[in-house]
Nanobody, 115 residues
Framework: QVQLVESGGGLVQPGGSLRLSCVVSGSGFTIHGMYWYRQAPGKQPEWVALKTSGGTTDNAEFVKGRFTISSDNAKNTVYLQMNSLQPEDTALYFC?????????WGQGTQITVSS
């Protein structure tokens, strides 16, 4: 079973930065990909960033140049560094892992960008 726990959310002013963390635990699986999604109030979830097991990364167009996904295998953690945050980035952010036993999701961490 795969368990994911996000942290790092909070309230930040426009132009500020935050780093989200997602720790994966469990055994008996191999990770294929690591993903960040977000869901703003009243909107559908949207993909934000990905990193494959081979190291390939990609971001959604609306965060290119501002958000960076990375991982630390020794800490079983994937990160989302978010810079130049704007009010429209306010959302519940989820991590998701694709593994050999399926797709798993964290519980989400809230980001609110407001002055």
């Amino acid at each position: 079973q795969v368990q994911l726990v996000e942290s790092g959310g909070g309230l930040v002013q426009p132009g500020g930065s935050l780093r989200l963390s997602c720790v994966v635990s469990g055994s008996g699986f191999t990770i294929h990909g690591m993903y960040w999604y977000r869901q703003a109030p009243g909107k559908q979830p949207e993909w934000v960033a990905l990193k494959t097991s081979g190291g390939t990364t990609d971001n959604a167009e609306f965060v290119k140049g501002r958000f960076t996904i990375s991982s630390d295998n020794a800490k079983n953690t994937v990160y989302l560094q978010m810079n130049s945050l704007q009010p429209e980035d306010t959302a519940l952010y989820f991590c998701s892992f694709g593994t050999t036993i399926g797709v798993s999701w964290g519980q989400g961490t809230q980001i609110t960008v407001s002055s």
